[in-house]
C-alpha cells in the first residue's frame, strides 16, 4: 500500500482509515455486481410482493 505521510494517526484514526477502506471496496464491489445483474437482462424482482 501506498503511504500518504499519515504516519502519525492515532489507533482510532487508523481503524476509522481501515473501515472507510473496506466501505469504498465493498461499493466498489456491489457496483460492479449490479451492473453484471443490469447486462444479464434478468428481470427484478416484484415489489408489491403478490408473488404466489
Do not use: C, F, I, W
Request: positive net charge; charged residues 40%; hydrophobic residues 25%.
Amino acid at each position: 500500500m501506498a503511504e500518504h505521510g499519515k504516519q502519525s494517526l492515532t489507533p482510532k484514526q487508523a481503524k476509522e482509515e481501515r473501515l472507510a477502506a473496506k466501505l469504498r471496496e465493498n461499493l466498489r464491489r456491489r457496483k460492479s455486481q449490479s451492473r453484471e445483474l443490469d447486462d444479464s437482462g434478468s428481470k427484478p424482482l416484484p415489489k408489491d410482493g403478490a408473488s404466489g
